[in-house]
């Protein structure tokens, strides 16, 4: 009787919102939902404009597609970075993990997704065309850094059928990820390895 008695509504919806966020379980989810509730009221009014502010000023960088709040991102604004190496990634997170890794001195693509026909997802849904506008620069490198799965190898193949001819040099990241991991959870030493010894395409 006593978990029906302690089931109210507010409650029961912020913890189910919590657990709808990725790597929160039920638990953590309820030991979150009342350590807010102890919380002043600023500290949670200042929570909840974090997140709406971020949601509303926060957009995808106008050269790569990474999340930002300016129209290019810091990555593609480093002057010291090499504005020819790109490597495409599907998703703003992938980039955390070359981030993280320190190695990576060139700049990102991120795709929004990948080529899936099963869930309707085709090369129009994705951020394509700028791609193949960066790929026009001189010398570049794209190295491909898309998940071993089947929707990744489709879109890494149709990648270099699109960029057959041109002067590209394409490369992926050596087979030092598990197949179907996602890459942002991925070590930082893995993901250095892979970049080293990114093998040649086509
Ligand atoms: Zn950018």
Not at 28 to 43: E, G, N
Not at 50 to 71: F, M, P, Q, V
Not at 141 to 170: C, D, F, H, W
């Amino acid at each position: 009787m006593l978990d029906a008695d302690i089931k109210e509504t507010l409650i029961e919806n912020l913890i189910g919102q919590l657990a709808g966020l990725p790597s929160i379980g039920r638990k953590t989810a309820q030991r979150l939902a009342y350590h807010i509730l102890a919380q002043d009221s600023s500290a949670v009014n200042e929570l909840a404009r974090t997140l709406t502010d971020a949601k509303s000023r926060i957009h995808a960088c106008a050269s790569c597609g990474n999340y930002t709040e300016r129209e290019t991102c810091r990555i593609c604004g480093n002057g010291r970075r090499q504005q020819n190496m790109i490597c495409v990634v599907e998703k703003p997170a992938d980039i955390l993990a070359f981030e993280r890794s320190g190695s990576y001195l060139g700049v990102y693509h991120v795709l929004g997704g990948t080529i899936s026909p099963l869930d309707g997802i085709g090369p129009g849904d994705l951020n394509f065309a700028r791609l193949w506008e960066r790929s026009r620069q001189s010398q570049v490198e794209l190295i491909l850094a898309l998940n071993t799965n089947a929707e990744g190898e489709a879109t890494a193949s149709y990648i270099v059928q699109k960029l057959q001819g041109m002067p590209v040099r394409i490369s992926r990241l050596a087979r030092g990820i598990p197949v179907g991991s996602e890459l942002e959870y991925v070590d930082e030493l893995t993901v250095q390895r892979a970049l080293e010894s990114r093998v040649e395409m086509g």
